[in-house]
């Protein structure tokens, strides 16, 4: 037998070119803050908090130490008719930072299914209110809602969608609120395409609200590209959904958890829908989890059903024991550093220090909320997503992890980023901007 046990031919790569990965490989040892470590010994300052996930910076000695306390202590239970009391103790310590009213939780181990089960909820509730026929799901152009068969059919991505057969029936697609020629280089929410909205309401008067279960939305989509919402559109699509009994379905699977100034970006935005996704951040990416927030209406018809199970639907390891204390441990550095609040804080020094790349070769758009930012290269003449990638490949090189979609640049570092670390993402980026035009 030939000892293999260096190759990388086995593992099939997620989201990834896996033969020009093969071919001259990244491979990340190490982490700790803000810093990754490559195999070479090089740092990597981390732009992208993994894939925004570790928002606290990377192997916080909180969460190891309360996961190697947990797994030597109850490794695992069944969540189904048994519990354990981690998953209580989360849910209530989360429900203090959603926003009010919605204050049950349901756990998953991803965002993907933290989104099947906040599609399967919606459709239930409305049957168990005996309007069955409310089976339809609005998404969105553009939407990034994982990978389940429920998450790409609401998704708005060709590549996520075109190679997986016939997805879901019955699902329609908002306008994406994406226009650079009318909001190119807006610092924060873009002025113009609060009427984008308005679209939900030609969906209605096609189907007929008695057949509209939800609408699904990011608060604003990252893996797009970071697509804002337009002043405005969020508050109408609330009020659209609200007049016609169509639940409203946040995914803030990357917009949760501080991400943008608030623990969620409902907050931020000042508008409450009846179901929130979350999954990242949750537990500082450092073991999977996910977690449903569901209004009390919601919880509470389910709970004046019938007697016996209320919902057909769990996962193995919903609320699995080591995840739910890296979950509190999480909570508890968010919140005793005070890193819900840390994005606002840095906001105004994040978009001047990311505005500053207006100018540089090829940018034609700069978008930025909370400590996220878009930077959108023009397509090179080798084709759409070229020069992105190798706007990513330069930084790397340079020793900044950012992340390419297309030709768009996303950054989301850690919230613990100082402002001299801010400064050298930036540069790198208008170091390879150069490099590469
Ligand atoms: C908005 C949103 N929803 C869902 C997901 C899927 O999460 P996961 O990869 O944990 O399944 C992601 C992942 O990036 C996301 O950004």
Redesign the pocket.
Known sequence: MNDKTNSLDAFWMPFTANRQFKAAPRILTEAKGMYYKADDGREILDGTAG??CCNAGHSREQITEAVSRQIAKLDYAPPFQMGHPLPFELAERLTQHSPEGLNRVFFTN??????DTALKIAIAYHRLRGQGTRQRLVGREKG?????FG?ISVGGLVNNRKFFGSLLNGVDHLPHTLNIKANAFTKGLPENGAELANELENIVALHDASCIAAVIV?PF???AGVVLPPEGYLKRLREICTKHGILLIF?????GYGRIGDAFAANRFGVKPDII?T??GLTNGAI?M?AVFVSDDIYNTFMDGPEGIELFHGYTYSGHPVAAAAGLATLDIYEQEGLFSRALELESYWQEAVHSLKGEPNIIDIRNIGLVAGIEFAPSEAGVGKRGYEVFLNCFEQGCLVRATGDIIAMSPPLIIEKPQIDRLVESIAKAARAVS
């Open positions: 894939l925004w991803s965002g993907s299914e933290s989104v990034y809602h994982g990978v389940g998450g990011e989509a990252g893996s995914d803030e699977v990357i917009s996704t999954a990242k999977p996910g």
